[in-house]
Structures are given as structure tokens and as C-alpha cells.
T-cell receptor, first 114, second 115 residues
Framework: AQSVTQLDSQVPVFEEAPVELRCNYS??????LFWYVQYPNQGLQLLLK??????LVKGINGFEAEFNKSQTSFHLRKPSVHISDTAEYFC????????????FGAGTRLAVHP | KAGVTQTPRYLIKTRGQQVTLSCSPI?????VSWYQQTPGQGLQFLFE???????NKGNFPGRFSGRQFSNSRSEMNVSTLELGDSALYLC??????????????FGPGTRLTVL
């Protein structure tokens, strides 16, 4: 079965510290990977995506992620977080042949403290 | 370019009623997908429409239905509302119907509360 697992439901971190949000997926077919951010009472905003090519992808707001096919992971990282990064982060996977259907992880709540 | 718009933004209904939510995709986008977001189940795919045809459907009961018009605008309908249908309903639009990883743009959602 195809699934997405976000290993941490909550991640507290101090401002200017680095952070990593973990995401693993399970699939027997090719995948396309995405990270979205959701601020309170808003929709989802795309942070970055991996479609093919370089396994290290850079996104908006200083975020980056690395696709690791052997470990079926797509962890999100930022070297120095800001208070404004406090939000819910979702890892999502589109499976080859699935058209635009996204399978989402349960989300990770990032709380940045001063 | 205007983003994805969803109307209404908030809705309160009672059990047994039906509701229709609307989504206007970004101009030129032909694919519209719908998702339900709840604290317990997270984000779940409802269905996708492309060129007025439903081509993908999630695991939801038949009370949930949708359609797409020739201008790509989409509506979803939930009949015989249950308390568990209370959720944020998100719409996402994409330019093409390709099976590769096209970026989807999400609207702000419609918050449905069923009393």
C-alpha cells in the first residue's frame, strides 16, 4: 500500500536553530514528492518539490529537502529558523499514474520559540 | 494572476442537510482536486476533475459528489450531512492533466461545521 509517514507530530525549536522535519513514504512505483506549509486558517502553500534530477531541492523561505530513494525519505531542513516559520508542515507524495492525487502525511507542527 | 478562490469561506449546517461548495481555479488551469482536512484523519483526497470528467476518486461514501463546468470551475456536494463531515474542504488547481508531478495550487478552504 502507498503511504506517507511524518515521524514527528510536533517539533519545538529555538529561533535561529537548525531544524529537520522527517518524511518517509512507501511505494512500489515512481513518486513525486512535495512539502507544503499551512499557516492558521489558511490553505496550503508549496515549499518545494522533487520531480526528477538532483536529489537536493531548494525551496522558498530558505528550506531545502533531500530525496533519498534507498531510504524512501524526503526530509525537510532549514539551517536557521525564524519565529515566522511556526506553522504546520505537510509532506505529500504523488504516485506515478495517480494523476494529481496527493497522499499527505499527518503533518508536523513546527513551533519556533524566541 | 488571481489565485484559487473558494466560496463560501465558512458554512454552518445541521445534520441531514446538504451543502454545495464552490471552487474557481487559477485562470488556464483545467484540473481541480478536492481534499478534506480534519484533526483526526488529516488531509484526505476526495476526487479530481479534469476537463469536466472525474478521473480519480478517493475513499469517501457516495454522499460526496462533485462536478466541473466547462470554464473549469468546480463544485462539490455533500448530501445528508453528518457530524463527522465537519472539516476544512480544500480545493487545488493544476494546469495540466499529466500524470507527472504538476504543481497544485491550493485555495484558502471552506470551513464546514455540521451541528
Amino acid at each position: 500500500a502507498q503511504s506517507v509517514t511524518q515521524l514527528d507530530s510536533q517539533v519545538p525549536v529555538f529561533e535561529e536553530a537548525p531544524v529537520e522535519l522527517r518524511c518517509n513514504y512507501s511505494s512500489s512505483v515512481s513518486v513525486y514528492l512535495f512539502w507544503y506549509v499551512q499557516y492558521p486558517n489558511q490553505g496550503l502553500q508549496l515549499l518545494l518539490k522533487y520531480l526528477s534530477g538532483s536529489t537536493l531541492v531548494k525551496g522558498i523561505n530558505g528550506f531545502e529537502a533531500e530525496f533519498n530513494k534507498s531510504q524512501t525519505s524526503f526530509h525537510l531542513r532549514k539551517p536557521s529558523v525564524h519565529i515566522s516559520d511556526t506553522a504546520e508542515y505537510f509532506c505529500a507524495v504523488r504516485f506515478s499514474g495517480g494523476y494529481n492525487k496527493l497522499i499527505f502525511g499527518a503533518g508536523t507542527r513546527l513551533a519556533v520559540h524566541p | 494572476k488571481a489565485g484559487v478562490t473558494q466560496t463560501p469561506r465558512y458554512l454552518i449546517k445541521t445534520r441531514g442537510q446538504q451543502v454545495t461548495l464552490s471552487c474557481s481555479p487559477i485562470s488556464g488551469h483545467r484540473s481541480v482536486s478536492w481534499y478534506q482536512q480534519t484533526p483526526g484523519q488529516g488531509l484526505q483526497f476526495l476526487f479530481e476533475y479534469f476537463s469536466e470528467t472525474q478521473r480519480n476518486k478517493g475513499n469517501f461514501p457516495g454522499r460526496f459528489s462533485g462536478r466541473q463546468f466547462s470554464n473549469s470551475r468546480s463544485e462539490m456536494n455533500v448530501s445528508t450531512l453528518e457530524l463527522g463531515d465537519s472539516a476544512l474542504y480544500l480545493c487545488a488547481s493544476s494546469w495540466t492533466g499529466s500524470t507527472t508531478g504538476n504543481e497544485q495550487f491550493f485555495g484558502p478552504g471552506t470551513r464546514l461545521t455540521v451541528l
